[in-house]
């Protein structure tokens, strides 16, 4: 199953405020290190303002800002991550170029832009970069860089592409800045959580859990629910310096979006021990022979109500561009044995703070916020429950709006095609 660009939320997009200058060079603050020193107002005013974004979650510790009109000299900035603490700025990630938002490029274009950018960053510190690679425990995939480091802050600059021995694939150009080089270090394995310390932030009211405090991660508009989402379950178990687009090349995640669960579970497992992480899949319906079984459950179901029957068994795609809510609901949560069983599958990790994922298929039920969508497949975090409601507890990664939603019960099993689980391994 494949996770496509078309499945895509209503995204809150909209102007931070209405702009007082706007769209300025951040060129000479960064060389100053005025950027990190200016009150939040001033910052506003003179860069964001006017800039299509915004906080990407609740706490307002970072801000988002999509197709920047900001310029850093002579430099077109693509997608800008902006890390706030008390109100002032701590660190600064831009994707210079990403193959989700920018599509594919050849190896010959992908060096020129590195080159320029290389030579604009050298123009604006004044300084020679220095060459460095992160380690097997700093990143999932090969990730190589330069770092330019003067009295009034920090700069580095990072890529990624295909593996030597395979067909050349650009997947990012990455510039990070800060203040001093510690604010835009690299994670490291004593920053990782363990079973034990995760539980801490599992909320209980009555017959309500819910897991808290997981960071969000905005795909944007690329399609990358599959990998945003493993990149907030990175960050929850403290290793917030492996990105979605990290992820992505892990991934092989396309140009035009989309990643197919089941080899991204695969890729995390290789990887497992060195990131302390291992996977566990719970359900799916990936075989045919639990795709048929769906069926007939589905068809005994549409005779009880009337509806039409599904006949051709091969079709997975066909079925789910047509299947009716009422009917997969009957079939799959008709009864409270069904639901238990559901929720029971889930419930141990939950109450130890371990978030599932959860692929589903759009566009089947209501959804609590409203999407800009069609029908296809799609990977959100279930992190709690309610079994008074009778619903579940999830979270999508579309921004601060999606923190936190529920659904009932019923309609959650009726959409579910897997859930698997990523932990700590100690």
Request: glycine content about 8%; aromatic content about 8%.
């Amino acid at each position: 199953m494949r996770f496509i660009s078309a499945i895509l939320p209503f995204l809150s997009v909209c102007c931070l405020l209405p702009s007082a200058w706007g769209a300025g060079n951040m060129a000479p603050d960064l060389k100053s290190g005025a950027f990190w020193k200016l009150p939040q107002p001033d910052l506003f005013g003179k860069y964001f303002n006017g800039e299509p974004g915004g906080w990407v979650d609740k706490g307002k510790t970072q801000l988002r800002i999509a197709k920047p009109s900001i310029k850093i000299g002579d430099m077109s900035l693509g997608e800008m991550l902006v890390n706030w603490k008390d109100g002032a700025p701590q660190s600064m990630t831009v994707m210079m170029y990403n193959k989700g938002d920018n599509g594919a490029i050849g190896k010959d274009e992908f060096d020129k832009r590195l080159e320029l950018i290389k030579e604009s960053l050298t123009a604006l510190t004044g300084i020679q970069p220095k060459e460095y690679r992160a380690s097997r425990k700093e990143a999932v995939v090969k990730v190589n860089g330069w770092s330019w480091i003067w009295d009034n802050g920090a700069i580095t600059l990072e890529i990624n592409t295909s593996r030597e021995g395979r067909e050349f694939e650009a997947e990012f150009i990455r510039m990070k800045a800060g203040p001093t080089e510690d604010s835009i270090a690299r994670g490291d394995a004593s920053s990782r959580a363990r079973k034990a310390d995760i539980k801490q932030h599992v909320r209980k009211e009555g017959k309500r859990v819910v897991i808290q405090d997981i960071p969000m991660v905005d795909q944007g508009q690329k399609g990358y629910c599959v990998v945003a989402t493993a990149a907030r379950i990175f960050a929850y178990y403290g290793m917030d310096y492996v990105d979605q687009h990290e992820l992505a090349s892990l991934a092989n995640t396309s140009a035009d979006g989309g990643t197919n669960t089941a080899a991204m579970a695969e890729n995390l497992k290789k990887i497992g021990t060195r990131f302390q992480i291992r996977i566990k899949v719970l359900d799916s319906l990936a075989n045919s022979r639990d795709f048929r079984n769906l069926l007939k459950a589905y068809n005994r179901a549409a005779s009880k109500l009337k509806k039409e029957k599904v006949e051709n068994e091969h079709d997975w795609s066909g079925f789910w561009d047509n299947a009716d809510g009422e009917v997969l609901k009957l079939a799959r949560a008709g009864s409270p044995s069904q639901v238990d069983r559901w929720l029971n599958a889930i419930r141990p990790y939950i109450m130890a703070g371990i978030p599932v994922f959860w692929s589903v298929q759009l566009g089947i039920v209501p959804e609590p916020l409203r999407l800009s969508q069609t029908r296809g497949g799609h990977l959100r975090l279930i992190i709690g429950f309610d079994e008074e409601k009778k619903t579940l507890i999830f979270s999508d990664s579309w921004g601060a709006a999606h923190t936190e939603k529920e659904m009932p019960l019923a309609d959650a099993i009726a959409i579910t095609t897997g859930r698997q689980v990523m932990q700590p391994s100690k």
